[in-house]
T-cell receptor, first 114, second 112 residues
């Protein structure tokens, strides 16, 4: 069964450094998402991406964040200058088409900013 | 603020019993509803989706939707210790590209 994959599983970085989180969505899916979950809190939407552009973003997704689909398979989330409060689990999700609404999540990347 | 609300629990049920998990939502325009299971330290795993009023059954799981009351529920029959997890209720709100808004989750403990 196809799955969303994410790398790395755990990333430790120093405050102010740039990080890139990588995702490979399910191959025939067209809609891509990033969510985050701070420890002990609920899953929060960051951004949605369709047809090679951002379709919606939350208030969390400020100028420090960017997303890219550099090729036909990868979907990346970049944080330019990490802050302590960026420490969280980051989940990538994908959805097949406009007629189906189920989103499937990858295993996540645990980001620790020190 | 458009929200999805859940009781955080924990909800404790004995093995073999029915677990009943509930959720309310504030946006009347919400169209699609989901139940995800999340084990500690893991990602959300989709277990049910429901779009129309009524019941939807899949194995031991039954999702129920009442749009008039803005209420969604999940029943787990014959609960097993492996069902112990946090269950996340989620909805796609009106507008947007179907971003999913999650509740805080209900922690379920199935006691052997």
């Amino acid at each position: 069964e196809p799955e969303v994959t994410q790398t790395p599983s755990h990333q430790v970085t120093q405050m102010g450094q740039e990080v890139i989180l990588r995702c490979v969505p399910i191959s025939n899916h067209l809609y891509f998402y990033w969510y985050r979950q701070i420890l002990g809190q609920k899953v929060e939407f960051l951004v949605s991406f369709y047809n090679n552009e951002i379709s919606e973003k939350s208030e969390i997704f400020d100028d420090q964040f960017s997303v890219e689909r550099p090729d036909g398979s990868n979907f990346t989330l970049k944080i330019r200058s990490t802050k302590l409060e960026d420490s969280a689990m980051y989940f990538c999700a994908s959805r097949r088409s406009g007629l189906t609404y189920e989103q499937y999540f990858g295993p996540g990347t645990r980001l620790t900013v020190t | 603020q458009k929200e999805v609300e859940q009781n955080s629990g924990p909800l404790s049920v004995p093995e073999g019993a029915i677990a009943s998990l509930n959720c309310t939502y504030s946006d009347r325009g919400s169209q699609s509803f989901f139940w995800y299971r999340q084990y500690s330290g893991k990602s959300p795993e989709l277990i049910m989706s429901i779009y129309s009023n009524g019941d939807k059954e899949d194995g031991r799981f039954t999702a129920q939707l009442n749009k008039a009351s803005q209420y969604v529920s999940l029943l787990i029959r014959d609960s097993q210790p492996s069902d112990s997890a946090t269950y996340l209720c989620a909805a796609t709100l009106s507008g947007g590209y179907q971003k999913v808004t999650f509740g805080t989750g209900t922690k379920l403990q199935v006691i052997p």
